[in-house]
């Protein structure tokens, strides 16, 4: 018994606390610095190194959007320049007077009498209104596939005179227009029944046109 507390107090003497009392110190600031100084250090460091892979990723994304971009846009302008090819297709290269008086011009050629011209309707494309247009009293939907996106639709009303054969004559010629051109509700009617037997009765010809031309 003696032995031991003999032995504590030969550990607790001035000499051992002397070199104790550094040691504990310095835990205590190792401990502190690793509290105050390196750990947040280490957060730091990891939220750094998160945001670095996340621009990494941000900027590796970025590139693939930039190739997705490329081919949207490349998708993009071919649909348009189809679009134009479309367009120029159903409504040629002539505005309305343009067509109007190349059909003077033909009926001229073939011997063509206009009694009158009368412009019916202008129906242009719009969008959001095309399905509620194109929707007949029953509800069905009766959409006309050649008004498209930057077209309009003129219905004229053409009334004139002529003999059969210059007849046939003017509807082929009318065929070779640039503009599409249809042709509906076609009424023909005998002008005269007392002609000389040698002459060929004139025929008075009323006929619906539709043409398709640019907005």
């Known amino acids: 018994m003696i032995n031991s507390i003999k032995r504590k107090d030969n550990l607790i003497n001035p000499e051992n ?3 104790f009392i550094p040691i504990f110190i310095s835990s205590v600031i190792s401990t502190l610095l690793i509290i105050f ?10 939220k750094v190194n998160l945001e670095l892979n996340q621009l990494i990723k ?21 649909l348009t320049k189809e679009k134009e090819k479309i367009i120029e297709l ?4 002539s505005n309305l007077d343009t067509l109007l008086y190349k059909f003077g011009e033909i009926g001229k050629k073939n011997n ?5 011209i009368i412009p019916k309707q202008v129906i242009p494309f719009i969008k959001n209104d095309y399905e509620k247009r194109n929707t007949n009293e029953i509800g069905q939907l009766n959409i006309d596939p050649l ?9 004229i009303e053409f009334n004139i005179e002529t003999d059969f054969e210059n007849l046939l004559s003017f509807l082929r010629e009318l065929e070779f227009q640039d503009n599409i051109i249809l042709l509906e509700n076609i009424q023909i009617a005998v002008t005269d029944t007392n002609t000389e037997q040698n002459k060929i009765a ?4 009323k006929l619906i046109m539709k043409l398709y031309g640019k907005i």
Do not use: C, M, R
């Not at 159903?90 to 290269?93: A, K, V």
């Open 90 to 93: 159903i409504s040629g290269t």
């Open 112 to 116: 063509i009498k206009f009694n009158s």
């Open 202 to 205: 004139p025929l008075e010809v």
């Open 147 to 155: 008004l498209v996106e930057g077209t309009k639709k003129y219905i």
């Open 37 to 46: 100084f390196v750990i947040p250090q280490y957060i730091k460091s990891t």
């Open 17 to 19: 606390a002397a070199s």
């Open 58 to 78: 941000k900027k590796n994304d970025l590139g693939n959007i930039e190739s997705e971009y490329k081919i949207i846009n490349q998708k993009f302008n071919k």
